[in-house]
């Protein structure tokens, strides 16, 4: 019986990430390695005032004296950190002439995921201005927000040209010293987002097609930052479900959020980088630092994601529940597949009075991975009334993968309410033999029970982005669907 | 519609089925009898495509196909229904998603366009109905948290949605109370039809008070060793399997 289960599981898993492939871009790089004055060369092509200088320098500096963290349950071989190349732009120019040309595998993965064609074409790298002309696409975009006083625009272009709001808030929720990733983005980061959203104002549109147009030439170190000013609201979306083609290894991206008094931020991701081939050899490590705080009272921010791609995953969205009655959630999927391995979770920490936190936790393993829940409850003296719940679940295909949670809880008031439930359950081959008793294929079969666990998070995402999702993973743990 | 001939079946190297031979017509209602251990539910996980029994010598055949050359979600697809005997519970997957799955596949098979939202609902709440279930179980997960008695009509109700050609209910009987063994068995009876069959596997003869089948099958160390009509059912349930088993010179 064990042996017919292995067959089907091997069936399953023993997919390969379709979408792996080289690019031929040109781009402009520096030499390898990191020294100050490479940091000072970053700065200085990228034009930066000096204030930004300091800041990245004393990044640099503050990474020098830290080591990279070792408790994560995660195998992480040894980064030579002189043999990375810290700055790389792509040339602009188009890989290809027209979608013809485009492989047609690929076409097919974005069939499959239901990307509109607009969008499959700048993720391909087709000469869009030849097929549709995108600038005037995004200038609409631009005029819609710019009446409303909201900013959107690239870190590069928010440091220029609004300093005194990157003085104010940049490092503010993550320092640069926070930790050894999190000093070496401070010290050397690209490129990314920058959002502000005044007083009183609720985004009219979800940030997020313009954003995912230009997802495909986002750096390896990038940083963004959001900004929700009182009784503001903003739903903004990173990542792609599409594949990401890049072929850097490392990533260490910082997320900053500051949410003002009844302000709300959802922050939804959808990742699915490289995860490596078959046997574990190559993909992205992902060592993210996400954190947020619900500055003001009443306060809300929600992350929400969807981890599927990857080598290695560090990642750790999280929330300072500062103001009075603030609320945060996280909700999370993760899946691992093959050698891939995940330590992934939040941190929730509770200071000020009625805070409610709200933690939904799902992981997938399969094939030989390895997927890990780490999560902190924090609930400090001064926070009367705080409230949490956790509920943290795993999936298991097959008996070769691992599946780990290390929740943490730390309640420092004796009036708080933590609440903690977790569940592990693996898709047993009599359930999916009763799915082909009633017509349903195996492979449909693990799609609609790896759909039904997941819903809850599903549900959090974007309507447009969740179909997507949903299809994304079962992509991720099918066998290779025709 | 269906021919077994000389079919032997084992698991992990024990022969469980030893030379079966079994034809079923279109219109008939077989009740299959016999004591624990005989290989009641081997025949019926041997027919539904379970890979764990292996089979060794002989064949079925269905509408004049090779059972055994077709996967399990085919053999569904072209009308066979196992009623499981211990349905499977399937968390997080509502019965409306999974029925509208299955219903849609079995439609694909034939050629046909999947169902509208609307027409699905209509004809699930038209079987629901007609079986007598509770409409709180549809709207829950896959089996998850029903009693014995729900799962029963659960796969009752799964069956008049397929409207399969040949249903095999292993032992839908067991555990139920009168109530729950009077829906089901109306059911099945609802369900009869001259263009579809069934096959009835039970342990004891009180299933047949409510499903008068046809032709009555004692199964014993994996072949049929005595078949007749319902009349069986009453001296098996008078007599024990004991009569059976000196009839055919043991003991």
């Known amino acids: 019986m064990d042996k017919e289960q292995d067959i089907i599981l091997n069936e399953i898993t023993g997919n390969e990430y379709k979408y792996g492939f080289v690019t031929d871009i040109e781009t402009e790089s520096i030499p390898k390695g990191l020294s100050e004055d490479v940091v000072r060369l970053i700065s200085e092509k990228k034009g930066e005032p000096a204030f930004m200088l300091e800041y990245r320098l004393k990044a640099y500096r503050k990474w020098l004296t830290l080591t990279m963290p070792t408790w994560a349950h995660l195998k992480i071989p040894e980064i030579n950190y002189q043999d990375i190349i810290f700055y790389s732009v792509p040339k602009q120019g188009a890989k290809y002439q027209s979608m013809d040309e485009v492989d047609p595998i690929l076409k097919e993965t974005f069939n499959k995921l239901g990307i509109p064609l607009e969008e499959q074409l700048h993720l391909a790298g087709v000469a869009v201005d030849a097929v549709m002309d995108s600038v005037s696409v995004k200038t609409t975009f631009k005029e819609t927000l710019a009446e409303l006083g909201i900013i959107f625009c690239s870190m590069n272009e928010a440091i220029k040209e609004h300093p005194n709001l990157l003085q104010k808030y940049l490092g503010s929720v993550v320092p640069y010293g926070d930790n050894f990733f999190a000093a070496l983005n401070a010290a050397v980061f690209s490129d990314g987002s920058f959002v502000y959203i005044p007083k009183g104002v609720r985004c009219p549109m979800e940030l997020s097609t313009y954003f995912r147009i230009n997802a495909a030439n986002t750096g390896q170190f990038e940083r963004t930052l959001i900004i929700a000013d009182e009784e503001s609201y903003v739903s903004y979306l990173e990542g792609c479900t599409a594949p990401m083609r890049d072929e850097n290894q490392l990533h260490a991206a910082v997320v900053e959020i500051v949410v003002m008094e009844n302000a709300e931020v959802k922050y939804s991701t959808v990742q699915n980088w490289y995860p490596g081939d078959k046997n574990g050899k190559g993909g992205i490590f992902n060592f993210v630092t996400k954190r947020g705080i619900c500055k003001g009272d009443n306060a809300k921010l929600s992350w929400t994601q969807v981890e599927t791609g990857s080598a290695i995953t560090w990642k750790y969205p999280s929330c300072i529940l500062k103001g009075n009655n603030s609320a945060a959630e996280f909700y999370s999927v993760a899946v691992t597949n093959n050698y891939q391995q995940a330590d992934t979770g939040t941190k929730m920490i509770h200071l000020g009075k009625n805070t409610k936190s709200r933690i939904v936790s799902k992981g997938i393993s399969a094939g030989k991975s390895n997927n890990s829940y780490r999560g902190l409850v924090k609930i400090s003296k001064k926070a009367e009334n705080a409230r949490n719940y956790s509920q943290c679940d795993s999936l298991l295909l097959g008996d070769q993968c691992g599946s780990h949670t290390f929740p943490y809880i730390d309640v420092q008031n004796t009036k708080a309410v933590v609440e903690h439930e977790a569940t592990t359950s693996k898709i047993g081959e009599d359930q999916i033999f009763y799915c082909n008793q009633r017509g349903i294929s195996t492979e449909d079969a693990v799609g609609l029970i790896v759909n039904g666990y997941v819903k809850e998070v599903l549900n959090k995402l974007p309507m447009e982005f969740a179909v997507e999702a949903q299809k994304l993973l079962q992509i991720s743990l099918e066998g290779s669907v025709g | ?251």
């Open chain 2, 1 to 251: 519609m269906l021919q077994i001939k000389n079919l032997h079946a084992s698991i992990n190297s024990k022969e469980i089925l030893k030379g079966l031979s079994l034809e079923i017509n279109e219109g008939e209602v077989h009740a299959i009898m016999g004591p624990n251990g005989s290989g009641k539910s081997t025949l019926a996980a041997v027919l539904a495509g379970r890979e764990i029994f292996e089979v060794t010598q002989g064949e079925v055949i269905y509408y004049g196909k090779n059972l055994f050359e077709m996967k399990p979600e085919d053999r569904a697809r072209a009308g066979i229904f196992l009623g499981f005997q211990y349905p499977i519970e399937i968390p997080g997957v509502s019965m409306v998603n999974f029925m509208r799955a299955a219903v849609n596949e079995q439609r694909k098979y034939k050629g046909l366009t999947p169902l509208s939202s609307s027409d699905f609902l209509k004809l699930m709440r038209e079987k629901k109905e007609l079986v007598e279930i509770d409409s709180k179980l549809t709207n829950r997960s896959v089996n998850e948290g029903f009693s014995g008695g729900e799962k029963k009509k659960n796969e009752i109700f799964q069956m008049a949605m397929l409207e399969p050609k040949l249903a095999i209910l292993d032992e839908t009987d067991s555990g139920l109370d009168i109530d729950a063994l009077r829906i089901v068995a109306n059911g099945v009876n609802k369900l009869k039809r001259k263009d579809n069959a069934s096959i009835v596997i039970t342990h004891y003869q009180r299933l047949l008070d409510y499903i008068v089948p046809d032709f009555v099958h004692v199964l014993y160390k994996g072949r049929i060793v005595k078949s007749a009509g319902k009349e069986l059912a009453f001296e098996l349930e008078e007599k024990g399997y004991d009569w059976i088993k000196k009839e055919i010179g043991e003991e």
